[in-house]
Every structure is written in C-alpha cells, then in structure tokens.
C-alpha cells in the first residue's frame, strides 16, 4: 500500500453527485462497502494480479445504501494484489474478478507497487482534486 496525501482529504460529498462525477472518469465503488464506508477504486493494471488506486470514504450523514447519503473522503492510496498464476483459470476473469473471487487467494495481497503506478497514481489524485475543488 502506499498512500498518496491530498487536499479531498476530509471533503464532504453526495455520494450520488461524487458517483455521477468519478464514474465517466473510470472509478467504480469497490465491492466492500459497509453501510458506514466504501472506496472508489480506479484500475490502473491489471498485470500479475491488479493494481489500482482507492479513495477510501465514510458516511457522515445517513447510510450507504439510502438516498441522499453525505461521506467525508479519506486519504486515497495505491494498492497491489499479485495472484497465483493458473490458479483456477475457469473462475472468470472480468474487471477486479479477482478481488472478488473466493477461489483465489493473493499470493501476495499488499504486494510492492511499481514504481511507473506511483507517478501514475499521483497524477490520478491531482485529476480528482481538480474535479473536486470546493
């Protein structure tokens, strides 16, 4: 994991308008969520396993799964899962199948990120604090 400082830390959203503003960019929220945080996940590679960058976020007022949901944004970071190669071929192979696949353990689920992901990953964060100037 390696962790990217940022000026969305603590920023304050609708979690349906930030869906409708990362979404186009490419972010998705990840798959797990709770009723009281999420991430949004922006894929980067997914080469020996994937790499991607997260923006991590909390509810401050409502739940996830309501309408009208406020979360504070938390600091983004860049992580890599490396997978076994060949290991259960047949179970799909769709975007982040493997980080929700029950069937593949991580070989190494806090892997070191490359170093081109970094500056890449830095470039990502400045693109969102762009988008998100209060």
């Not at 929220?29 to 997914?46: E, L, P, S, T």
């Not at 799964?65 to 406020?70: A, E, I, K, M, Y």
């Not at 179970?91 to 029950?102: D, L, P, R």
């Amino acid at each position: 994991m390696y962790e990217i400082s940022s000026t969305i830390e603590g920023q304050h959203h609708n979690l349906y308008k930030l869906e409708q503003l990362l979404k186009p960019q490419g972010y998705s929220i990840g798959g797990n969520w709770d009723y009281d945080h999420g991430y949004f996940d922006y894929k980067i590679d997914d080469e020996l396993g994937y790499h991607f960058l997260r923006v991590p976020f909390s509810v401050v007022d409502g739940q996830l799964d309501s309408p009208g949901v406020t979360v504070r944004l938390e600091r983004p970071f860049l992580l890599s899962h490396k997978y076994q190669q060949g290991v259960d071929d047949f179970a799909g192979t769709g975007t982040f199948s493997g980080s929700f696949n029950q069937f593949s353990e991580p070989v190494d689920p806090d892997a070191t990120i490359p170093k081109k992901y970094i500056s890449y990953g830095k470039d990502l964060v400045k693109d969102l604090e762009e988008m998100l100037q209060d």
